[in-house]
């Protein structure tokens, strides 16, 4: 029994496995790394900020200093749209509303460029417009 679900499971998982390892969708790959990037970055923030995890200065500042650079990354990655990738949740107004697009990307850059790391009530603050910049960008482009 235990092999039937196991063998069936597998059987269910290979095609998302197949499309994840799909070399002829590099563009998909590049947008979902990037995205990743950013959020991983934005929930270390987010949860020093919240006192979730003890403050840590280097750490806030790492993460602060990946999230710029990803934010910078992300016109670059979602700018061939490629293949369609039915586990992406970019919508496809990214493409037809570019210049929205680019420019939100942009204000994530500044905002975390603008966020205190030195101390946890800088954090704080800081993510308050950090957060605003990624509900922006979400409500309209993410499904």
């Known amino acids: ?3 039937a679900r196991t063998a069936a499971l ?3 998982l290979a095609p998302v496995a197949a499309l994840a390892a799909d070399p002829t969708q590099p563009e998909a790959i590049a947008r979902a790394n990037v995205m990743k ?3 991983k970055n934005t929930k270390i923030l987010g949860e020093m900020a919240q006192g979730k995890t003890a403050f840590d200065a280097a750490a806030a500042e790492a993460a602060k200093a990946a999230l ?4 910078a990354a992300a016109p670059a990655a979602f700018e061939v749209q490629g293949a369609e990738d039915p586990v992406s949740e970019a919508r ?7 210049e929205d697009f680019t420019a939100k990307a942009t204000d994530l850059r500044v905002a975390a460029e603008g966020v205190d790391t030195a101390s946890a009530d800088g954090l704080r603050t800081g993510m308050a417009t950090l957060s605003g ?3 922006a960008c ?3 482009y993410r499904e």
């Not at 710029?68 to 934010?71: Q, R, V």
Request: net charge neutral; charged share 15%; with cysteine.
């Open 133 to 135: 910049t990624c509900k």
């Open 10 to 12: 597998l059987l269910i």
């Open 37 to 39: 990037e950013v959020g």
């Open 92 to 98: 496809p107004e990214i493409w037809t509303g570019w």
């Open 1 to 3: 029994m235990k092999a």
């Open 138 to 140: 979400h409500s309209v």
């Open 68 to 71: 710029i650079a990803a934010a």
